[in-house]
């Protein structure tokens, strides 16, 4: 059977099983039917079933015991994390550009520029290997691309957009680095010293985006929704530290943790009259001013 089919397959199957219990036939029975639209052959036996659930526990952690009490099979153990719920959907968005030809005037895709992702195994590899890396870097503010030389630390994902962090041997800074404005792109043999003491994960901890704190520290940050506005945020929260403070038909008012940054006041703004800064002042001014200097745009000649 197709290596193809085989991962297809393996999907199906934690799919199906995280939406209820299921017996082998009805799995199988479940399969068919999805091969019949994606063109896949996905016909298994019990034998090649319990196989993939052995695979399945191996590679997404996620286990598949059957139970006689419902004469089914289920998921007792389901490592639902980031990274099994982004390689589930990526199989989702494959099966989908897999059917856009048949299917163009049903599917309309964005219209952007690459997002540099043809570099994301030489990054991981220097990253893994602890191998400086080195390219063109072009700002959108400048002419023409500077070459950097960087210690690899990790990869970020931000509206779409792949960043990766690093400590730039030129100033010994750590920056983040947009993917789709690499060039010449190259892993040197020179290996540096990861810092013990670096975690991706604590770095972001209070971070709204790709910017990194510069010496701030976290601050307490109001924010009032109208209720429309709030059941969006409801689903969405804008940060993991947002805590609901007031919820009813007149607004949500959600409490943050957070690094006031350019990336943070941009997405504030972008909600435009549906939200109000409650706390702190001082962001709450520099957000007057902001719509202060918009309204200038717009007045005219006397």
Request: proline share 3%.
């Amino acid at each position: 059977m197709a290596r193809e089919d085989s991962i297809g397959r393996i999907y199906l199957i934690v799919k199906r099983l995280r939406s209820n219990y299921a017996s082998f036939e009805e799995i199988r029975d479940y399969l068919g039917s999805v091969a019949c639209y994606e063109s896949s052959d996905y016909h298994i036996s019990l034998r090649t079933f319990q196989r993939d659930c052995k695979l399945i526990s191996k590679v997404y952690k996620i286990e598949i015991e059957y139970d006689p009490h419902v004469k089914g099979y289920r998921i007792i153990s389901d490592n639902d994390s980031v990274l099994n719920q982004r390689m589930l959907e990526a199989y989702d968005i494959f099966n989908a550009l897999n059917l856009a030809e048949q299917l163009s005037n049903h599917i309309h895709f964005e219209d952007r520029r690459p997002q540099g992702t043809e570099n994301l195994y030489g990054i991981l590899h220097a990253i893994t290997n602890a191998k400086l890396i080195k390219f063109g870097y072009q700002k959108f503010w400048d002419d023409s691309p500077t070459n950097r030389c960087v210690e690899p630390y990790a990869l970020k994902e931000f509206k779409n957009r792949w960043y990766i962090l690093a400590k730039d041997r030129g100033d010994n800074r750590i920056k983040s680095f947009a993917l789709d404005r690499l060039t010449d792109f190259e892993v040197a043999n020179e290996e540096f010293s990861y810092p013990s003491n670096f975690n991706i994960n604590q770095h972001y901890q209070s971070c709204f985006g790709i910017i990194s704190p510069d010496g701030h520290q976290p601050e307490e940050v109001i924010l009032s929704f109208d209720a429309h506005q709030g059941k969006y945020i409801k689903t969405l929260p804008l940060h993991h530290s947002q805590e609901v403070l007031v919820d009813n038909e007149e607004e949500l008012v959600i409490k943050l943790q957070i690094y006031i940054t350019f990336d943070f006041k941009m997405e504030i703004l972008s909600y435009g009259d549906n939200v109000r800064v409650v706390k702190p002042q001082s962001f709450i001014d520099d957000i007057k001013q902001t719509y202060r200097n918009a309204l200038k745009q717009y007045k005219t000649e006397s």
